[in-house]
């Protein structure tokens, strides 16, 4: 008895019921990191396809692994997720009252694997599904299949069914945080009650417990071989982990802003900030006698009135001559001939055609 005391504390009756506001910026931290992830993948493998292409094409696997090993290091250490312990808080099963277990000793195992996977199969899922959808839905615009095809019959009706079934589970979540924030639901989600715990802030015991758990394991030490080898092979899985968890914790706020930075919505706002002016026509183009030079049709020298020879523009204004025809008015006016800008020999450009 005096054992399970020992990890026992007594917590204020209403004070470790974390607020709205951050279980939602928990739930929201993850869901930045994704596509963070996933935009940095995306430019390794467009630099360089034979070698990160493969890791594009199994990004989703391969996150929700690293995800799975991140998770189950937090849950066992920690008795939370990755964002839960960013915030500060902790998982404890339903029906714990005043008295609960601190961090460290971790969630009983039904509720552990319960939490587990719907941290990382849930989100995986429902990426998946969105991801089929889409293709669905390209494949119905372009699709081969003839119309009375019963394979096109079925995608359809599952597409015009998704919509109302992806408002259904997001009204879900909806009303199941309304109910939290008057005080009616004990869970901001509904995954944490099919998890069958609750969150709770950590106290100033959960704190000191666990930085005890983790002097005591980088300070722990033995003399058999095979508990130095177990003990190695810990000590690698567990600096991976903290390497990772501690990566995410620095680099958050970056993943964050890369996501924002290029969500759709942003790209428009600096393709609309950062595009470039239509120049105005040259000053003298609508002036005679400038614009009576001007032939009608486009391979012909303005100057000699025949098909050009050498092309050669001016940077000044653009127009096209014949190297020996625009080469001796510049050097004789020192301007150009169509629009009477200033020019010099230096404004001259040949053109190289595609036959060239």
């Given at each position: 008895?005096?054992?399970?005391?020992?990890?026992?504390?007594?917590?204020?009756?209403?004070?470790?019921?974390?607020?709205?506001?951050?279980?939602v910026?928990q739930?929201?931290?993850?869901?930045?990191?994704?596509?963070?992830l996933?935009?940095?993948v995306?430019?390794?493998?467009?630099?360089?396809?034979?070698?990160?292409?493969?890791?594009?094409?199994?990004?989703?696997e391969?996150?929700?692994?690293?995800?799975?090993?991140?998770?189950?290091?937090?849950l066992?250490?920690?008795?939370?997720?990755?964002s839960?312990?960013?915030?500060?808080?902790k998982r404890?099963?339903?029906?714990?009252?005043?008295?609960?277990a601190?961090?460290?000793?971790g969630?009983?195992?039904?509720?552990?694997?319960?939490s587990?996977l719907?941290l990382?199969?849930?989100?995986?899922l429902?990426?998946?599904?969105?991801?089929?959808?889409?293709?669905?839905?390209?494949?119905?615009?372009?699709?081969?299949?003839?119309?009375?095809?019963?394979?096109k019959?079925f995608?359809?009706?599952?597409?015009?069914?998704?919509?109302f079934v992806?408002?259904t589970?997001?009204?879900?979540?909806?009303?199941?945080?309304?109910?939290?924030i008057?005080?009616e639901?004990q869970?901001?989600?509904?995954?944490?009650?099919?998890?069958?715990?609750?969150?709770?802030?950590?106290?100033?015991?959960?704190?000191?417990?666990?930085?005890?758990?983790?002097a005591?394991?980088?300070?722990?030490?033995?003399?058999?071989?095979?508990?130095?080898?177990?003990?190695?092979?810990?000590?690698?899985?567990g600096?991976?982990a903290?390497?990772?968890?501690?990566?995410?914790?620095?680099?958050?706020?970056?993943?964050?802003?890369?996501d924002?930075?290029?969500?759709?919505?942003?790209?428009e706002?600096?393709?609309?900030?950062?595009a470039?002016?239509?120049?105005p026509?040259p000053?003298?183009?609508?002036?005679e006698?400038?614009?009576?030079l001007?032939?009608?049709?486009?391979?012909?020298c303005p100057?000699?009135r025949?098909?050009?020879?050498?092309?050669?523009?001016?940077?000044?204004?653009?127009?096209?001559?014949?190297?020996?025809?625009?080469?001796s008015?510049?050097?004789?006016?020192?301007?150009?001939?169509?629009?009477g800008?200033?020019?010099?020999?230096?404004?001259?450009?040949?053109?190289?055609?595609?036959?060239?």
């Amino acid at each position: 008895m005096a054992e399970v005391g020992a990890h026992l504390t007594a917590a204020p009756a209403g004070g470790d019921r974390p607020s709205i506001f951050e279980a939602v910026a928990q739930d929201s931290l993850m869901a930045a990191v994704k596509p963070a992830l996933q935009h940095l993948v995306k430019v390794l493998a467009e630099s360089n396809p034979a070698r990160y292409g493969s890791l594009w094409r199994w990004f989703d696997e391969i996150y929700v692994l690293l995800d799975l090993l991140l998770q189950q290091h937090y849950l066992a250490r920690c008795s939370a997720s990755f964002s839960e312990n960013f915030y500060s808080l902790k998982r404890i099963p339903m029906g714990e009252g005043t008295r609960q277990a601190l961090a460290t000793a971790g969630l009983p195992k039904r509720q552990h694997w319960k939490s587990l996977l719907l941290l990382v199969l849930v989100p995986y899922l429902k990426g998946k599904l969105e991801k089929l959808v889409s293709s669905l839905r390209e494949e119905d615009e372009y699709s081969i299949h003839p119309p009375s095809s019963s394979w096109k019959r079925f995608y359809r009706a599952f597409l015009a069914a998704y919509p109302f079934v992806n408002m259904t589970w997001e009204g879900w979540f909806l009303i199941q945080q309304l109910c939290y924030i008057l005080g009616e639901a004990q869970h901001h989600s509904p995954l944490l009650r099919l998890a069958g715990v609750r969150l709770v802030r950590l106290t100033s015991e959960d704190i000191q417990a666990l930085e005890k758990k983790l002097a005591g394991a980088t300070s722990g030490q033995t003399h058999s071989f095979t508990s130095r080898v177990q003990l190695a092979l810990r000590k690698a899985l567990g600096g991976i982990a903290f390497s990772l968890s501690t990566g995410l914790s620095v680099s958050v706020f970056f993943l964050q802003f890369l996501d924002w930075w290029y969500s759709s919505e942003n790209q428009e706002t600096i393709k609309s900030l950062t595009a470039l002016p239509t120049p105005p026509p040259p000053v003298h183009l609508d002036h005679e006698p400038s614009s009576a030079l001007l032939p009608k049709l486009k391979t012909v020298c303005p100057l000699c009135r025949k098909i050009r020879v050498n092309a050669t523009a001016l940077s000044t204004s653009g127009f096209v001559f014949c190297y020996r025809c625009i080469y001796s008015h510049v050097k004789a006016h020192q301007r150009c001939p169509v629009t009477g800008y200033a020019t010099e020999l230096q404004h001259l450009v040949k053109l190289y055609s595609p036959e060239s």
